[in-house]
């Protein structure tokens, strides 16, 4: 049997976050998006070495910074199921909002908050399947109420 070029249980794209406090930062994710562990591995001094969980049918990385791996900061946009609770959940752990949850029109109830690690996170429900003539049109008014709002 051939090997594949992507691990059984992973996509294309995989998050990987380096952050000062590895723990703390899965103990966030797993409280706002109900992250389970996948592997972990830890390395000298009680840090992380490289740790990897779940949210939903994804993977997602984490590490201590290291003196050659410093902290970075990402920004990812994640799929709930109720992105209210989520949003909540998200506050109470320490996370500041950017955006409260709000239909947007292309679809998605989405909202953005800014963890306590820095890194932001676009959080979301798919609400509505909107056809691409529709999105074009809910875009050009939405860019239109946007450059209104700015005079």
């Known amino acids: 049997m051939a090997t594949k070029s992507i691990p059984e249980g992973y996509h294309s794209i995989t998050p990987s976050f380096t952050v000062e406090g590895a723990q703390e930062f899965i103990d966030f994710i797993k409280q ?38 410093p902290a970075r900061v990402n920004s990812l946009y994640v799929y709930v199921d109720d992105v209210d609770d989520a949003y909540a959940r998200a506050l109470k752990s320490g996370a500041t909002s950017v955006r409260a949850p709000e239909n947007a029109f292309y679809g998605d109830r989405t909202s953005a908050v800014k963890d306590p690690f820095g890194n932001s996170w676009g959080i979301a429900t798919h609400v509505e399947d909107v056809p691409p003539d529709e999105l074009k049109k809910r875009a050009e008014a939405f860019q239109q109420q946007c450059a209104a709002d700015q005079s």
Not at 49 to 68: F, K, R, T
């Open 32 to 69: 706002v998006f109900n992250a389970q562990d996948r592997f972990r591995m830890d390395g000298p001094g009680g840090k992380i070495m490289h740790a990897e969980l779940s949210i939903g049918d994804s993977a997602l990385m984490v590490a201590d910074a290291q003196p050659q791996w």
